[in-house]
């Protein structure tokens, strides 16, 4: 079974960037093979999906995070990013990594306007 921690997270004025880390532990072989979300869970909102990296490194993305928001992963160190570029308020969230049924603890992000 692979742990999953994310980190990175923080408060940035809107424009902003920030760089989210997804790291890896247990059952590194199996996270090289499958893909990695990130998911997002705004204030009082339902957590949704916003990025997945597949094990060809394929991507794909939410609309509304499309353009700004890149997602990449280096299997030599076990980890799976996402850049976010010109951030909005609408971005401030609590952050998850998922891979397969395995979630991470999440990291706050909070845009100011």
């Known amino acids: 079974q692979v742990q999953l921690v994310e980190s990175g997270g923080g408060l940035v004025q809107a424009g902003g960037s920030l760089r989210l880390s997804c790291a890896a532990s247990?059952?590194?072989?199996?996270?090289?093979?499958?893909?990695v979300y990130w998911y997002r869970q705004p204030p009082g909102k339902l957590r949704e999906w916003i990025a997945v990296i597949g094990s060809t490194d394929s991507t794909n993305y939410e609309d509304s995070v499309k353009g700004r928001f890149v997602i990449s992963r280096d299997n030599a160190q076990n980890t799976v990013y996402l850049q976010m570029n010109s951030l909005k308020p609408e971005d401030t969230g609590v952050y998850y990594c998922?891979?397969?049924?395995?979630w991470g603890p999440g990291t706050q992000v909070t845009v100011s306007s």
């Open positions: 998922k891979q397969g049924p395995n």
């Open positions: 247990g059952s590194i072989f199996s996270f090289k093979l499958k893909a």
